[in-house]
């Protein structure tokens, strides 16, 4: 994945940090368009099945290797908005196994502050609209992941508060959870391992200086090896939010989100 998003553009300026919506998109070409400039730069296998039973390559036969020079939304293979991808992904003592941020369009790639540390979506909620959360702030949302959550619920909520409270360009956010694709400023989601296995994130304590680096892909606690090891010797995990039913049973199940959060492990590795 990483190598495939180094070679891949940013060819479409849409919002949430660009001008246009999907209808413009539409309108200029659309998906199609964009697929025929994969496709050429041999990004896409052509010969791959559709729904309508015709390959790739035969349903962008009559689909023009540029887009049109009449609209700016659709940018050319060599005129792109950014030269590349606008996930990264960044690995860190906080995320060994990885975690997710989405870059284009961040004012601020690198930040470092204090931690404020909440133990849901609901809980974080509440602080960004009592107005406790203040610029240079790194919100951390734990116990959302896989099993956590359980489920692993979108972020959407407090990032979207966040905005509300004219703080999108000042403060960091990094969550075991998810976010959509509306989400905007420097936000890091699928921290792995998560909480709830007692991954880093959990580990964290109000008030620890946290760096996010986008452009050196790096999520870091920035406390000594031995703080850390001290604290996961003595964590303990918590209640689990469900006991009995399907929730309980995902829960008890479902594998790391580096890992895709599948439920069948030793079948998907077969």
Same mark, same amino acid.
């Given at each position: ?24 998109? #539409? ?17 896409? #296998? ?9 390959? =790739? ?43 997710? !941020? ?31 959360? %203040? ?12 099993? @956590? ?27 075991? @959870? ?16 998560? !909480?709830?296995? @007692? ?12 760096? =996010? ?15 850390? !090891? ?5 964590? %303990? ?23 895709? !959060? ?9």
């Amino acid at each position: 994945f990483e190598t495939i998003r180094a070679r891949v553009p940013v060819l479409c300026d849409l919002k949430p940090s660009g001008k246009y919506v999907a209808t413009d998109l #539409h309108k200029a070409g659309g998906i199609p368009q964009v697929m025929k400039m994969l496709l050429v730069h041999d990004l896409l #296998h052509s010969d791959s099945l559709t729904i309508s039973g015709q390959t =790739i390559a035969e349903i962008l036969a009559d689909i023009p290797e540029e887009p049109s020079a009449n609209q700016d939304i659709i940018r050319t293979w060599n005129n792109p908005m950014y030269a590349q991808g606008h996930l990264a992904i960044l690995r860190g003592n906080l995320a060994t196994e990885g975690s997710v !941020a989405k870059i284009t369009g961040v004012k601020k790639p690198v930040i470092t502050g204090p931690a404020r540390v909440f133990e849901s979506e609901e809980a974080s909620l509440d602080a960004i609209l009592a107005g406790k959360i %203040q610029a240079g702030d790194i919100l951390v949302i734990r116990y959302e992941g896989p099993k @956590g959550g359980p489920g692993m619920r979108e972020m959407l909520a407090p990032t979207s508060a966040i905005i509300g409270a004219g703080l999108g360009d000042a403060v960091g956010l990094i969550t075991d @959870g998810r976010f959509s694709g509306g989400t905007y400023g420097m936000v890091v989601g699928h921290v792995a391992p998560e !909480a709830a296995v @007692g991954g880093a994130i959990a580990l964290v304590e109000e008030g620890d200086s946290i760096t =996010i680096d986008a452009p050196a892909r790096l999520l870091q606690l920035n406390i000594s090896e031995s703080e850390l !090891a001290r604290r996961r010797a003595n964590w %303990q995990p918590p209640a689990p939010r469900y006991t009995k039913g399907v929730l309980a049973k995902y829960s008890k199940l479902v594998s790391s989100s580096s890992l895709g !959060a599948v439920t069948d492990l030793d079948l998907f590795n077969n």
